[in-house]
């Protein structure tokens, strides 16, 4: 079992950055593949950015590429997102998650409880 924790969500205004940050905890992060979600209010989940465990590559949503940066540190277990020149359309609870078999928007194995982002213009 892996047990995800993110946090560094918070309210801020557009323009700013904030760093979201994933720790793990029960199995080393190094061989799952890391992700983050993301869900506005009546809307779906939505998958935000991805890393490989075994290439490093990385993947975004087309609508924060350039803004946002996914990073892992695996002697840390922790995973980051940061994002720069936040929008009020990135308001979200953000959730981390983790798969060892599938990557992007498939991934689903292993979910943290979330942390509420809030942009406002």
């Known amino acids: 079992q892996v047990q995800l924790v993110e946090s560094g969500g918070g309210s801020v205004q557009a323009g700013d950055s904030l760093r979201l940050s994933c720790s793990a905890s029960?199995?080393?992060?190094?061989?799952?593949?890391m992700g983050w979600f993301r869900q506005a209010p009546g809307k779906a989940r939505e998958f935000v950015a991805a890393?490989?465990?075994?290439?490093?590559?990385?993947s975004y949503v087309s609508s924060v590429k350039g803004r946002f940066t996914i990073s892992r540190d695996n002697a840390k277990n922790t995973v980051s997102l940061q994002m720069n020149s936040l929008k009020p359309e990135d308001t979200a609870v953000y959730y981390c998650?983790?798969?060892?078999?599938?990557?992007?928007?498939?991934?689903?194995?292993?979910w943290g409880q979330g942390t509420q982002v809030t942009v406002s213009s």
């Open positions: 029960g199995r080393t992060l190094s061989t799952y593949n």
């Open positions: 998650a983790a798969d060892q078999r599938r990557l992007g928007s498939q991934m689903r194995e292993y």
């Open positions: 890393i490989s465990s075994s290439t490093g590559s990385r």
